[in-house]
């Protein structure tokens, strides 16, 4: 996916808010936004915006001496997820349709999200939307929800590669994978998180925090971008991925960097903006499970 000139009011956005919960002096600030629109002109619009949100974390991390801005808000997401998991865990074992849940549980983790919506109350917004009733049948035929797709794929897949997204997600994202191994036998799945901070995405150690270690092999892409651009990632993780026969790919960040490609890959987000919402041909808050050859077509 290219960047919309829609999509630049929103990177400002960020360093705004990253350098205010950074601390940052307002002269400070207006030094980064200078710099910001020093960047801007040399970026061209046809690269991915996780491209562009890149150099933005690189102009804020060089503004300060911390690496990691939002270290403090994923712990606290992480915790926020953790001590849910066991609600969300039983909501799928009473479920009739145990895969469906687990699949709409790790798209509604996808609410954690403080590049797109910074001030969240992450509990207040889980409760909302578990007891809302499933909307499933009716986003099949709007074709944006391709469960069906999703679950033969499952079946005959291997080896599945996980693109993760936010710090937090991640033990939303262990739920559907505990039922994946549960539901289909003897798969092998790989868990991918980026290789260094930027924004609130998951590192390696998010990943063990909230346990995916212990159910699956976690690995870095080797990429510091807010989405997986594949010519950013390590030759290791390429490897995985043209291995993969089939891919789940979390998070708004991740599909604006491989919307394009024709690999098998799964798109499992909360549309959040109406740049997003343009591109998967969807509303604002709808729960998408976007099978890429289907979107191809």
């Given at each position: 996916?290219?960047?919309?000139?829609?999509?630049?009011?929103?990177?400002?956005?960020?360093?705004?808010?990253?350098?205010?919960?950074?601390?940052?002096?307002?002269?400070?600030?207006?030094?980064?936004?200078?710099?910001?629109?020093?960047?801007?002109?040399?970026?061209?619009?046809?690269?991915s915006p996780p491209e562009i949100a890149r150099v933005v974390n690189k102009i804020l991390q060089n503004n300060t001496k911390d690496p990691d801005l939002?270290?403090?808000?994923?712990?606290?997401?992480?915790?926020?997820?953790?001590?849910?998991?066991?609600?969300?865990?039983?909501?799928?074992?009473?479920?009739?349709?145990?895969?469906?849940?687990?699949?709409?549980i790790a798209i509604l983790g996808n609410i954690i999200d403080y590049g797109a919506k910074n001030h969240l109350d992450v509990n207040k917004e889980l409760?909302?939307?578990?007891?809302?009733?499933?909307?499933?049948?009716?986003?099949?035929?709007?074709?944006?929800?391709?469960?069906?797709?999703?679950?033969?794929?499952?079946?005959?897949?291997?080896?599945?590669?996980?693109?993760?997204?936010?710090?937090?997600?991640?033990?939303?994202?262990?739920?559907?994978i505990e039922q994946i191994l549960k539901t289909y036998k003897g798969k092998k799945i790989i868990y991918a998180v980026k290789d260094k901070p930027v924004?609130?995405?998951?590192?390696?150690?998010?990943?063990?925090?909230?346990?995916?270690?212990?159910?699956?092999?976690?690995?870095?892409?080797?990429?510091?971008?807010?989405?997986?651009?594949?010519?950013?990632?390590?030759?290791?993780?390429?490897?995985?991925?043209?291995?993969?026969?089939?891919?789940?790919?979390?998070?708004?960040?991740?599909?604006?960097?491989?919307?394009?490609?024709?690999?098998?890959?799964?798109?499992?987000?909360?549309?959040?903006?109406?740049?997003?919402?343009?591109?998967?041909?969807?509303?604002?808050?709808?729960?998408?499970?976007?099978?890429?050859?289907?979107?191809?077509?």
């Open positions: 996916m290219k960047t919309y000139l829609d999509c630049i009011p929103c990177f400002f956005r960020q360093a705004i808010e990253a350098g205010r919960m950074a601390g940052f002096s307002g002269k400070k600030q207006k030094k980064i936004i200078n710099e910001l629109c020093a960047a801007l002109p040399q970026l061209r619009l046809s690269v939002y270290a403090r808000i994923k712990q606290k997401s992480n915790n926020v997820g953790l001590r849910i998991y066991d609600k969300l865990k039983n909501k799928v074992a009473s479920s009739r349709n145990k895969l469906l849940t687990a699949a709409e409760d909302r939307l578990l007891k809302e009733e499933h909307q499933t049948i009716k986003q099949e035929r709007k074709g944006i929800f391709n469960f069906k797709e999703f679950s033969s794929q499952a079946r005959k897949a291997q080896n599945i590669l996980y693109l993760a997204d936010n710090a937090g997600e991640t033990v939303f994202d262990r739920v559907l924004i609130n995405d998951a590192l390696i150690k998010d990943a063990v925090v909230c346990g995916i270690d212990k159910i699956v092999e976690v690995m870095s892409s080797g990429s510091d971008a807010p989405g997986t651009v594949l010519s950013l990632c390590s030759e290791k993780f390429l490897e995985v991925y043209k291995k993969a026969d089939m891919i789940i790919s979390k998070g708004q960040g991740n599909f604006e960097a491989l919307s394009g490609r024709k690999e098998p890959i799964f798109f499992l987000f909360m549309a959040k903006c109406p740049v997003i919402a343009r591109e998967a041909k969807c509303k604002v808050g709808d729960l998408i499970l976007l099978h890429n050859n289907k979107r191809l077509k």
